[in-house]
């Protein structure tokens, strides 16, 4: 039951159950066998609606460990396909926040180019042909500055591993405490990026769908909020 404790319900229904990530802590198991938000997650609907057995609870996105923010499970299985079909097919707005090192002489605009994922130093790069890379778009807009600082809403197009995080480093501008792309390291599994907002089509209503998750409260020592 101490798990539940910091598991924040953003919306749940017999299709969704929507919650806010905090940093830190993986969406699914690795090798690590460290206790996961999905495991979280099912504790949670297992307690609250006292099922018995196993519970259906499936990932349709993810988010890295070091980051927070929305993140959106389905209930069912034909959730499940709906909601995967329509992240596959970019029909899903995504909002990030991130803190970044620096002041941005322009102060918005499109990142854009190719990211290859590296498996063997688990790390994305930014390279300049397509033939192994991946296109990868992101919008992006500062929207505060503050001591060396500057707040920057991004909205990717593309959902590359590590996009964000590698699209900022690229042009000097790191995600702070990323130190895998240079960052300076403030936290050991904590980097100043967000899932702010999703937005999406209800996979059984069809209706359009925001779940917006706060910004955390440890931010506002580094900007004004």
Known sequence: MSNLINLKIIYEDNHLLVVDKPAGILVQGDITGKITLLQIAKEYIKEKYKKLG???LAIVHRLDKPVSGVVIFARNSKSARRLSELFRERKVKKIYLALCEGIFKEKSGILEGYVFWD??????KIIQSNLIGKEAKTYYEVVNEYK?????KLVPESGRKHQLRVQLASIGHPVLSDEKYGGKKIFKD???LHCHKIIISHPVKKENMSFEADIPDYWRKFILL
Do not use: D, P, Q
Request: proline share 0%; net charge positive.
């Open 119 to 124: 498996e063997s130093s688990r790390r994305a």
């Open 190 to 192: 904590k980097i100043f």
């Open 148 to 152: 060396g600082i500057s707040l920057v």
């Open 54 to 56: 196993n519970v259906f």
